[in-house]
């Protein structure tokens, strides 16, 4: 295979892992929830969104670099949390995260991920972030907390869009409901795909065990096959404005907070002392119907942007997609989906053709509008939808 992996863009991905993965696997990655609306307008927006270029401007020595909370980093973007890329590969958070340091980019280690923070730090290095979900105890999360900062995790991203699990009718149907238990259904899936069964599944379960979230502590530590595992552990009501500041007194290097919508919710942050905001619908996950955070962006940044960061994420596929963030004030952008897409299809290589994808494509558009550096990028680039 080439060197490109006969992937020319986020999309050919996408497509060989669709066929790699069993249905329910795949659906699990790729869909929202209920009508897969916010999925569908996440894309919408971006793709309403114009460039007024400039011309005659020498763009040969144009530079994607970006200096976020201090430090410099040659690409605008970072690897966000998405849990389960040990479902889609063996070994596929290491994968990803190994991609991500050797591209000099943040990967942010989930709460939920299938490897565990220890393994990832000594596989893969870099600068490694950690996301938490705050769980109903909240003495079990400030335990978490503590071992993400004994690892050396540069960052805390606290996602706060989750309040209770969300529908997503899919999973139902396919049979991959936490707890996961086979049924008829994703037995015959599963068996389709005997690739993935083979290499994913099977060398799992065979040199480690029942895949599981590897990073809770052991009084909650479950196979995801696990009677026992009840999803609304997963999930906490409670989680409020008062759990930002009790973070903000317990972790001492950048805080973030993922699932920001609002203007008002990004102010609420920064006073609470947060360093960033993540725009985020959680990639249409969650709340279906939700705004897409680009149209949400231009608020927040003129809102809160001078007093933290403002980053965004949710169905960013393209590099235009990133430079179009970026003009509207973003400091850097997420991306979910897309280096899994690369895992599934390829591991670790599939990753970083992921990545490499996303450079080619942010040069050659700012070399179009031109452009030379990220700072130069602004609203006037842009033509923006009435
Ligand atoms: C399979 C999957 C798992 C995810 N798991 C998490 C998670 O554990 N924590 C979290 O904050 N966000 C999670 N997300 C949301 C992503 O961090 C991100 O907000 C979203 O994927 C961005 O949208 P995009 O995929 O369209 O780029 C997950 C997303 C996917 C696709």
Same mark, same amino acid.
Request: hydrophobic share 45%; aromatic share 8%; glycine share 10%.
């Given at each position: 295979m080439d060197a490109k992996l006969g992937a020319y863009n986020i999309h050919d991905l996408r497509e060989t892992a669709r066929r790699r993965l069993p249905k329910g696997v795949f659906e699990f990655v790729d869909r929202g929830t209920e009508d897969d609306n916010a999925v569908a307008n996440n894309r919408t927006a971006l793709e309403r969104i114009r460039f007024r270029p400039r011309t005659l401007v020498d763009v040969s020595k144009r530079s994607q670099e970006i200096t976020l909370f201090g430090k410099k980093q040659p690409l605008p973007f970072c690897i966000g949390p998405t849990g389960t890329a040990g479902l889609l590969w063996y070994g596929g958070e290491v994968g990803i995260a190994r991609a991500a340091a050797a591209a000099g980019i943040p990967f942010t280690i989930g709460t939920n991920a299938m490897t565990s923070m220890e393994e990832i730090v000594e596989q893969a290095g870099g600068t490694l972030w950690f996301q938490l979900y705050v769980w109903q105890d909240r003495a079990l999360s400030w335990k978490i907390v503590d071992r993400a900062k004994g690892v050396g995790c540069e960052a805390l991203m606290v996602t706060v869009d989750g309040a209770v699990p969300s529908n997503r009718e899919y999973n139902y149907r396919n049979g991959f409901e936490i707890p996961i238990h086979f049924n008829s259904r994703n037995v015959a899936d599963v068996l389709s795909r005997p690739g993935w069964f083979a290499s994913v599944f099977?060398?799992?379960?065979?040199?480690?065990?029942?895949?599981?979230?590897?990073?809770?502590?052991?009084?909650?530590?479950?196979?995801?096959?696990?009677?026992?595992?009840?999803?609304?552990?997963?999930?906490?009501?409670?989680? @409020?404005? *008062?759990?930002?500041? #009790?973070?903000?007194? +317990?972790? $001492?290097?950048?805080?973030?907070?993922? =699932?920001?919508?609002?203007?008002?919710?990004?102010?609420?942050?920064?006073?609470?002392?947060?360093?960033?905001?993540?725009?985020?619908?959680?990639?249409?996950? @969650?709340? *279906?119907?939700?705004? #897409?955070?680009?149209? +949400?962006? $231009?608020?927040?940044?003129?809102?809160? =942007?001078?007093?933290?960061?403002?980053?965004?994420?949710?169905?960013?596929?393209?590099?235009s997609d990133v430079v179009k963030a970026l003009a509207l004030g973003a400091k850097a952008v997420f991306l979910g989906r897309a280096p899994l897409y690369g895992v599934a299809a390829h591991g670790e290589p599939g990753a970083a053709r992921a990545i490499e994808i996303f450079r080619e494509e942010i040069g050659r558009v700012m070399a179009l509008l031109g452009v030379n550096t990220v700072a130069e990028l602004d609203r006037r680039y842009l033509q923006l939808p009435d």
């Amino acid at each position: 295979m080439d060197a490109k992996l006969g992937a020319y863009n986020i999309h050919d991905l996408r497509e060989t892992a669709r066929r790699r993965l069993p249905k329910g696997v795949f659906e699990f990655v790729d869909r929202g929830t209920e009508d897969d609306n916010a999925v569908a307008n996440n894309r919408t927006a971006l793709e309403r969104i114009r460039f007024r270029p400039r011309t005659l401007v020498d763009v040969s020595k144009r530079s994607q670099e970006i200096t976020l909370f201090g430090k410099k980093q040659p690409l605008p973007f970072c690897i966000g949390p998405t849990g389960t890329a040990g479902l889609l590969w063996y070994g596929g958070e290491v994968g990803i995260a190994r991609a991500a340091a050797a591209a000099g980019i943040p990967f942010t280690i989930g709460t939920n991920a299938m490897t565990s923070m220890e393994e990832i730090v000594e596989q893969a290095g870099g600068t490694l972030w950690f996301q938490l979900y705050v769980w109903q105890d909240r003495a079990l999360s400030w335990k978490i907390v503590d071992r993400a900062k004994g690892v050396g995790c540069e960052a805390l991203m606290v996602t706060v869009d989750g309040a209770v699990p969300s529908n997503r009718e899919y999973n139902y149907r396919n049979g991959f409901e936490i707890p996961i238990h086979f049924n008829s259904r994703n037995v015959a899936d599963v068996l389709s795909r005997p690739g993935w069964f083979a290499s994913v599944f099977l060398r799992q379960v065979l040199s480690r065990g029942m895949p599981r979230f590897e990073n809770f502590p052991p009084e909650v530590m479950h196979g995801l096959m696990a009677r026992t595992l009840k999803k609304n552990i997963l999930k906490n009501e409670t989680l @409020n404005w *008062d759990d930002v500041k #009790a973070l903000r007194k +317990a972790w $001492p290097r950048t805080l973030m907070v993922k =699932g920001i919508l609002t203007p008002q919710d990004a102010v609420k942050a920064a006073d609470c002392g947060a360093d960033a905001v993540i725009v985020s619908n959680h990639g249409g996950r @969650n709340l *279906d119907y939700s705004i #897409a955070p680009i149209d +949400a962006l $231009p608020d927040i940044v003129d809102a809160a =942007g001078k007093r933290l960061a403002v980053i965004v994420d949710s169905g960013v596929r393209r590099g235009s997609d990133v430079v179009k963030a970026l003009a509207l004030g973003a400091k850097a952008v997420f991306l979910g989906r897309a280096p899994l897409y690369g895992v599934a299809a390829h591991g670790e290589p599939g990753a970083a053709r992921a990545i490499e994808i996303f450079r080619e494509e942010i040069g050659r558009v700012m070399a179009l509008l031109g452009v030379n550096t990220v700072a130069e990028l602004d609203r006037r680039y842009l033509q923006l939808p009435d």
